[in-house]
């Protein structure tokens, strides 16, 4: 995938300094026509006990944080920026930093129970040790922490627990939100244009299926 990333990086500078922009270079890129890797989405799920535990060792902060991924289904840098001048008549706008797609949610009494521990007298919701917004790597420490002591104190768990990372809370979000309700839910939970994207990458379960118990199986007892 870093491959993939460094192809798509280098072409866009080299079409910057092409003619039709800067006029830097008037030759043909060298990297077309390279093939890249082709890429698997990630297929972790991060069952409810797993969350369990990592949540249960984490700071209060990091629970916040773990709460309002479920809640939001967003990416920790859009989750981190939310402050309390966003709200107005209830309502939590933002634009996603990937997409700038515009968000809506409803001020929830659950959510509305996080705003306020976090920011009783207004402000960003999260802040690091010195009060200032707490940025991904941050955020990232204190649920590494957490992941650390949740491995040694339940190491018949250490696979799952190693393999869950908070980013897979998005997932998660999206998965749990799709079975109880549909993808398409799922997907405006998510902020996605298409239920495509929503189901083949983050959609990391399916609905129960009920076993077939009639006809010659009944008979057979």
Known sequence: MAANRDLALFSTIWTMCSPANWNYINKE???KGIKKNKEKPRDVYVEDYIYELLYRYGTQDLQDAMRMAMMLGQRPSDML???????????LSFKQNKTSNPLRFKVTESLQEIITRRAP??????????????????LWERY??????????????????AQAQFRDLRA???????????EE????????????????VYIRRSKEIDPFEEGVVNKNK
Not at 144 to 159: N, R, V
Request: net charge positive; hydrophobic share 30%.
């Open 144 to 161: 590494k922490k957490a992941q650390a002591i949740a491995i040694q104190k339940h190491p018949e768990h250490a696979e799952e627990l």
């Open 81 to 91: 920026k939310i402050h309390t001048g966003l709200i107005h008549n209830g309502i």
């Open 172 to 182: 998660k979000s999206a998965t749990d939100k799709s079975l109880v309700s549909s």
């Open 185 to 200: 839910a799922a997907q405006k939970l998510l902020g996605h244009s298409s239920v495509n994207i929503t189901k083949r």
């Open 29 to 31: 890129c060298p990297s």
């Open 121 to 138: 007298y207004g402000g960003y919701l999260f802040l690091n040790s010195r009060k200032r917004k707490m940025s991904v790597g941050n």
